[in-house]
């Protein structure tokens, strides 16, 4: 039971009331609740969440408001919206015009008194607009006070709980997606503090109509592509057009010094949502300046607000038939600033279908002079089967990166390999 004591002073105190108890709801999904704002008032509701696929019409609940203090309570019912920032604290929008938003509820009753031990069912009739498919999040708000006591007055004793509403409205069409769109935007990379792990971010946007049951896994690949660590991003609820920040560890105690390449895997209620790359340098075991790259779309990296001009990826040559085995590429990069460049990137090569099939790192100790060139040459560790593919180079700079792609092909015996691809990256 979460329990919050206060006097009735500002709308503001009311709003954190409701921020705190859905806070409770995101994080334990704990169902019963109640609020007791002072000696004698206090009222329960239940449950504390409701999930439900809708279509106009229906009737949800019922939500069943107790008193459980010892003097009468006077209940008035609304609603709000719901929502969440980057890290998950629960928001709520007041509705100034229930006729623009797409789905409307109606409490039934919105208002009525409870001895003391009594309990009121109230129940929720939806009205679904016309069209509209996907998901609302209503948040019903119960606010108790003192028989008899003006709802406007500043002096008093109240208590307000809240129920948080997942509703899915379907469209006729069953060929209609109403699925979440997921996509990571950031990544970051960090020393956990403890000498022995990694702290690996992915903020996860959530683009679709639907909320979304999120978690991931991190996969650790050493500058050679092996496997050397993994672990697992914390899980959490996203809801449409918010975005969240899901954080996990990873035992580092195998990394050693050297270019590493950290793999993100996003999944919604279960199901594969995509992926995201960064590379991050190490300098032992868990001792990694912290590394962030930005994935959202923008300009080209060359108008990039960081000082100095991003470096760039000159020439990406690989051969256009191979056998398969040692396939050897080529990456020239251009420094086009005036003080030395880093390299710090990952190559990646997907099949037919852009379906990755592996990664490694950049490895380049040396720093490229201003205004010059850098020519980097990498063999690909494993053996591809025959087929076509696209190789990928991404070049990291200042929390940005700019990429070039070139595709190829793998053939059986008896093809031998001969010829190239060279592609130019644009100035």
Known sequence: MIVVRKPRVSVLMFRASVLSFLLCVFATCRLPCGIDAGAGLAIRVSPASITATVKNGDTLGPVLVTNRGTSPVHVRASYGMGGHDLAGVPTCRAIEDPATEPVEVVL????????????????????????????????????????????????????????????????????????????????????????????????????????????????????????????????????????????????????????????????????????????????GSARVARTTIDLQP??????????????????????????????????????????????????????????RVGVMAIQHDGKAAPGGLTVIRLTWPDTLLPGYYTVRVTLQWHGESTSLSAPFVVGAAPFVAGGSISLRGER
Do not use: W
Request: aromatic share 4%.
């Open 298 to 355: 923008k300009l080209a990296v060359s108008d990039a607000t960081e000082p100095g001009k991003a470096p760039r990826i000159a020439r990406l040559t690989v051969p256009a038939i191979s056998e398969g085995r040692g396939l050897p590429l080529e990456v020239v990069l251009e420094n086009l600033d005036g003080s030395p460049m880093e390299a710090l990137g990952y190559i990646e090569i997907r099949d037919y279908q852009m379906r």
């Open 108 to 283: 039934q009753p919105a208002e009525f008194v409870l001895a003391p031990g009594e309990s009121m069912p109230v129940y929720v009739r939806v009205r679904v607009k016309n069209g509209f498919f996907g998901g609302a999040y209503p948040v019903l708000l119960f606010q108790a006070s003192v028989p008899g006591e003006s709802a406007a007055s500043d002096i008093g004793t109240t208590s307000q709980v809240a129920v948080l509403m997942l509703l899915t409205s379907t469209p006729h069409d069953a060929s209609v997606s109403v699925g979440p769109g997921l996509a990571i935007t950031s990544l970051t990379v960090a020393g956990a503090g403890d000498g022995r792990s990694l702290t690996v971010t992915a903020t996860c946007q959530n683009s679709g109509k639907v909320h979304a049951n999120i978690s991931g896994s991190i996969l650790i690949r050493d500058p050679e592509g092996k496997l050397t660590a993994q672990g697992a991003l914390s899980s959490a609820i996203c809801l449409p057009g918010c975005a969240r920040a899901l954080s996990g560890l990873v035992d580092a105690t195998r990394v050693r010094s050297g270019t590493y390449v950290a793999e993100v895997r996003l999944a919604a209620s279960g199901r594969p949502a995509g992926s995201a790359l960064i590379a991050f340098r190490a300098d």
